[in-house]
C-alpha cells in the first residue's frame, strides 16, 4: 500500500507551522472511511479567526468553518463555541480529493430549526424578539434560538423611512415585531416594527372625511408642489394646482388652513388644498 506524506499549513504570530500527516491511507481510502453526511468525533487541536482545525484520527485533519458551527453566528467567533482539545461531534460535508481536504460541521449533526419556519411563523404573526445588532439600514431581532430575523428601517416608523435605528432600538431590547415574509431554502426572516404600532394613516383616515377642513404647519417647497406637517406626525401634500399665489412668504413652521382632497392610507398620501395662511 502507498505511504503517503500529507501537509496542513496554518500560522502562529505570522509563522507558517507545519502539521504533518503520515498515513499508509491514500485519498480514495479516506474518502470511503469519511463519507459526506456521515458523523464522527473529532479533536480541536487549531482555532483560527473563521474557524479551526479537527482532527479525525491520527494525523487527519478536517477544517471546521465557522458559518458550520452554529445555526446562527452572529457577532460570534469560534472561540465562543469551541476550544483546543475539545471533543466534538461534527458531519463531513465534503471530502476533495484532489486538494486533499476535509470540510466539516457541527450545526449539521442537530436539526435545522429553519426546516418548518413558514409553518411556525406564518405572515402576520406577531412575536416577541431580541435585537441582537442595529445596522445602518434596520437591526438584527432572535426569535428562537438559531432563528433571527431583520427589521429593514423602512418598517421601523410609519411615518420617518430614514430614520436612524439606533436612535428607535438598541442591542439586548425585546420588542414585538410582525413576520413580513419568511424563505426557509436562504434562511431569512423580514420583520415590521411599526406594523405592531398603530398606524396613524389608518387614524387619520377614521378621522377625517374628504373636504374637512384642517391646520398644518408648512414645511417645504417641491417643484409639483408643497409639503405640510399634519398631527400623528404625518405629512400632506398640497399640488401646485390647488395652492393660491400668495404664498412666496411662506416659511417653515408657518400654520395653513387646508382642505382634505384625498386619503389614501394604503400608499400612504393625504392630498390636500390651501384655504388661507393663518393670521
Known amino acids: 500500500m ?17 502539521y504533518q500527516m503520515n498515513k499508509t491511507k491514500t485519498w480514495q481510502e479516506i474518502a470511503s472511511n469519511y463519507k459526506e453526511g456521515t458523523i464522527h ?46 471533543k ?19 450545526k ?32 438584527m431581532v432572535l426569535i428562537e434560538e438559531g432563528i433571527e ?13 430614514n430614520m436612524q435605528p439606533g436612535h428607535l432600538v438598541s442591542v439586548g431590547d425585546t420588542i414585538e415585531v410582525m ?16 406594523q405592531c404600532l398603530p398606524n396613524p394613516w389608518r387614524q387619520f383616515e377614521q378621522e377625517y372625511q374628504i373636504n374637512d377642513s384642517l391646520t398644518g404647519k408648512f414645511e417645504a417647497f417641491y417643484p409639483f408642489g408643497l409639503f405640510v406637517k399634519l398631527e400623528w406626525d404625518l405629512s400632506g401634500i398640497v399640488y401646485s394646482s390647488d395652492m393660491p399665489n400668495n404664498l412666496e412668504d411662506l416659511k417653515k413652521g408657518d400654520e395653513l388652513k387646508l382642505s382634505v382632497l384625498s386619503i389614501d392610507a394604503e400608499r400612504e398620501r393625504i392630498g390636500l388644498k390651501v384655504i388661507s395662511t393663518e393670521s
Open 88 to 106: 466534538i461531534e461534527v458531519m463531513v460535508l465534503e471530502v476533495n480529493e484532489e486538494k486533499e481536504s476535509i470540510c466539516l460541521g457541527v
Open 149 to 161: 430575523g431583520i427589521v429593514h428601517v423602512s418598517e421601523m416608523d410609519w411615518t420617518n423611512k
Open 179 to 194: 413576520v413580513l415574509d419568511v424563505h426557509e431554502a436562504k434562511h431569512r426572516m423580514s420583520l415590521g416594527l411599526k
Open 41 to 86: 468525533t473529532g479533536r480541536v487541536i487549531k482555532m483560527f479567526s473563521y474557524g479551526c482545525y479537527v482532527e479525525l484520527e491520527e494525523g487527519l485533519v478536517g477544517l471546521l468553518h465557522l458559518k458550520d458551527m452554529a445555526w446562527l453566528t452572529t457577532n460570534l467567533k469560534p472561540i465562543d463555541f469551541v476550544s483546543c482539545e475539545d
Open 2 to 18: 502507498q505511504k503517503i506524506l500529507v501537509f496542513v499549513r496554518f500560522s502562529i504570530n505570522k509563522k507558517i507551522v507545519v
Open 108 to 139: 449539521q449533526c442537530t436539526q435545522n430549526p429553519w426546516v418548518g419556519i413558514a409553518e411556525r411563523y406564518p405572515e402576520g404573526k406577531r412575536v416577541k424578539g431580541q435585537v441582537t445588532k442595529v445596522i445602518d439600514y434596520g437591526c
